[in-house]
């Protein structure tokens, strides 16, 4: 099966799987074999890239469907339809798979002429003749209405034009990092931007003064003093602050720091910790991980850590794991950037506390947002007993 071969482009296409996703995959190979077959179409991988390179690297058997399709544009309609087919999807991912097919039929047909049926070897349809403008076509076939197409291709058509900007950002929107709100206002500030004005320079300026592009890799943002007082009066000290810089400093006095350069995530923490991470991934989790894994420890006495209140990612959930309790602020917070500029975030903010002085943090950051307490640390310990 050697001749199979990995087109990058295809392989953009596939939603990336988190650590414990991919090591439950493999883990299911190993007992179970590889149950369902590897796709290509003109010997290029389309379905079963995880699978493809796990078997492969482990001497697992695998079979191979072949699907006889028209073209390329077909083949990539047929991986995004394929996706669909799945569940567990989230909104963000389904309205990307649909408004990727939605712009490549525009792109060969015209956004109201007709879609031309062609059938793989599983009788998939990928393409539909219709006397439909292509939109309702899609529409139909999709369940969603012609117009939430259209706005999906809209979409995609703004992550890809923020690519040059923000590298990775389709991936990080398919991973749910990036929400889909923030690449629309970031999308209208660059728009706003005359092109013959609209240099690298020119957007990240337009970005950082507008503060809507947290979520797109523009990290260096700096917290209000007062959180940061209201920090060292819950721990009584910050001993480490390990994202940080020359200037955070400034405001944050801490007795120990990892600058970029240092790079935090390769030392121990210890004492009571301080943590603004970077927004942007893989950043965000490798330091949510790090933060929750050293305070269940115990190498980490208390910690408060601020970001974004994104309750349905995945590193918000690891950050709820070794916490005890949790702010939700009213309203946003301000965030000042290098220059002194205040920001206007597009969405609120969650304080994570790890420690056991939990009464006096709800008692402070109450001023805030309202605090709940969690379980999951108290859980863990239990299990780890």
């Not at 991980?289 to 269940?296: D, H, P, T, W, Y």
């Amino acid at each position: 099966m050697s001749n199979i071969k990995i087109d990058p482009e295809f392989q953009a296409l596939i939603p990336p799987l988190a650590p414990q996703e991919r090591n439950q995959l493999e883990e299911n190979l190993m007992s179970d074999g590889c149950r369902d077959p590897i796709v290509t179409w003109q010997g290029w991988l389309l379905d079963g890239h995880n699978r493809f390179e796990i078997c492969t690297r482990l001497d697992i058997e695998y079979r191979v469907t072949s699907l006889d399709l028209a073209d390329k544009a077909a083949a990539l309609d047929w991986m995004d339809a394929n996706q669909l087919g799945r569940r567990n999807l989230t909104p963000e991912q389904m309205s990307i798979l649909r408004g990727r097919i939605y712009n490549r039929s525009k792109k060969t047909q015209g956004t109201n002429n007709q879609h031309v049926q062609a059938k793989s070897e599983s009788g998939q349809n990928v393409h539909f003749q219709e006397s439909k403008p292509t939109h309702e076509t899609l529409g139909d076939r999709f369940g969603v209405s012609g117009k939430t197409v259209q706005r999906d291709g809209k979409f995609v058509s703004d992550i890809e034009s923020l690519e040059q900007y923000s590298p990775g950002i389709g991936q990080r929107v398919m991973s749910g990092e990036v929400k889909r709100k923030d690449v629309a206002e970031t999308a209208e500030i660059v728009n706003s931007i005359p092109e013959s004005e609209r240099t690298p320079e020119a957007v990240k300026e337009a970005i950082a003064h507008n503060h809507r592009a947290q979520g797109t890799g523009d990290n260096e943002w700096y917290t209000p003093q007062e959180y940061v007082e209201s920090a060292r009066l819950v721990m009584g000290s910050i001993d480490l602050d390990p994202a940080t810089s020359d200037i955070a400093q400034q405001r944050v006095k801490a007795g120990k720091i990892f600058t970029i350069e240092d790079d935090g995530l390769a030392h121990p923490w210890q004492g009571n910790v301080w943590l603004n991470p970077p927004y942007s991934q893989p950043h965000i989790r490798q330091f949510m991980e790090k933060v929750s894994g050293e305070a269940l420890s115990g190498s980490v006495s208390q910690a408060i850590v601020l970001t974004h209140n994104y309750t349905d990612t995945a590193w918000f959930h690891i950050g709820v794991s070794g916490a005890s309790a949790i702010c939700f602020t009213r309203g946003r917070i301000g965030f000042v950037n290098p220059e002194g500029k205040k920001a206007a975030p597009t969405q609120g903010q969650a304080f994570f506390y790890y420690g056991d002085n939990t009464a006096a943090f709800r008692e402070e950051f109450s001023k805030y947002g309202f605090v709940v307490e969690v379980m999951a640390r108290q859980i863990a310990r239990e299990l780890a007993a």
